[in-house]
């Protein structure tokens, strides 16, 4: 039902930037959570950045001070703004979209949408 798209992806030599781009198919402003994700080389899916509904934001360590998750309301755009980049950047970035509600026995109905990935190499 939803569909999360993402983009801005490239190839992006040691130090330079780029910022990506989200969409949904519903507003942005509409999810308790959207996120950024990144799935290294052989690795794992790891969360990088994330902006609840009320603004506070969160990163991963590994780019704290490097990244910058922020939502734009005209343009119904999640963005991911990244300065200083490493080859350990490199990876496939992925939007995420949350989203909760409370069932008829007090449980938490949690929805997850995926975008399908843009791809960023840091490398020269």
């Known amino acids: 039902q939803v569909h999360v798209t993402e983009s801005g992806g490239g190839l992006v030599q040691p130090g330079g930037s780029l910022t990506l781009s989200c969409t949904a198919s519903k507003s942005i402003f509409a999810f308790n959570t959207m996120a950024w994700y990144r799935q290294k080389p052989g690795a794992q899916r790891e969360m990088v950045a994330s902006?609840?509904?009320?603004?506070?934001?969160t990163y991963d360590d590994s780019v704290q001070g490097r990244f910058t998750i922020s939502k734009d309301r005209p343009s119904d755009t999640l963005y991911l703004r990244m300065i200083s980049l490493r080859p350990e950047d490199t990876a496939v970035y992925y939007c995420?979209?949350?989203?909760?509600?409370?069932?008829?026995?007090?449980?938490?109905?949690?929805?997850?949408?995926w975008g399908q990935g843009t791809t960023v190499t840091v490398s020269l």
């Open positions: 995420h979209a949350h989203e909760e509600y409370i069932g008829v026995d007090l449980e938490t109905l949690s929805y997850d949408y």
């Open positions: 902006i609840a509904a009320g603004g506070t934001t």
